[in-house]
């Protein structure tokens, strides 16, 4: 990495970011990666760039969204390896998953840049409604991943049945939350909608009134025009 990170460190800082996969490749850390990282999938390009970061024992690390492609197993073991390795580093967690910033002192919960949550995970639970949706949601994919393959069926079936509810659940109360802060935005445009259908009906009628109003009748006469 230029460096002067010997290659013990280095193997080390990819078991803390799961990335053991790094001794399985030919040639190990010399092994030769495709434009753009294209011999990785997408888990194993983050974890080697989790590695890259922590291989510099920095005093601060900033994540973005850094355990998007990964599974919930992996993640939590990648945030325990974190928590157990780095405690002397101030670490930044940008995350869409709750169980990523679970043990976080501080958490900021925003939508639309906008904070409507600050707290730690048991605090915004209470507080935080929102927070509280997300959490219920994601959970329950997470346990579902996580489901032995001998579980029986019916208990599967169920807890895909409970998760799909929290889906639907909070999809609909966000969608009410945007109703209610554009609603006379949304109340124009139905109105406009409501016109331009009427308009499309009647305009064709009121067209030929008005032709059969400039066309001559049957007794009209014209006179030569005369230069």
Not at 58 to 64: A, F, M, N, T
Not at 86 to 111: C, E, K, N, P, Y
Not at 137 to 145: A, I, K, N, T, Y
Not at 191 to 196: E, R, Y
Request: net charge neutral.
């Amino acid at each position: 990495f230029g460096r002067g990170i010997s290659d013990e460190d280095l193997l080390i800082a990819a078991k803390f970011a799961q990335a053991d996969f790094i001794e399985t490749k030919e040639g190990g850390l010399s092994h030769m990666l495709t434009a753009k990282g294209s011999n990785l999938s997408g888990g194993q390009k983050q974890r080697l760039l989790i590695a890259r970061a922590l291989a510099g024992k920095p005093e601060i690390l900033v994540l973005d969204d850094c355990s998007s492609a990964l599974d919930y197993k992996t993640d939590k073991a990648l945030r325990s390896a974190l928590r157990q390795n780095f405690r002397d580093t101030t670490t930044i967690i940008v995350a869409q998953r709750i169980s990523s910033i679970l043990h976080a002192d501080h958490i900021l919960v925003l939508d639309s840049g906008r904070v409507i949550g600050a707290g730690t995970h048991e605090t915004l639970l209470e507080t935080c409604p929102d927070y509280r949706e997300i959490y219920d949601v994601q959970m329950g994919e997470s346990m579902e991943q996580n489901q032995n393959a001998n579980q029986p069926s019916t208990a599967l079936h169920s807890l895909r049945g409970e998760g799909q509810k929290l889906k639907k659940t909070y999809i609909l109360r966000r969608l009410w939350r945007y109703f209610k802060k554009y609603k006379w935005l949304l109340a124009l445009a139905i109105a406009l909608t409501i016109v331009s259908n009427i308009l499309a009906l009647i305009g064709p009628k009121l067209s030929g009134l008005a032709i059969d109003a400039i066309e001559p009748g049957p007794g009209h006469v014209d006179f030569p025009t005369v230069f």
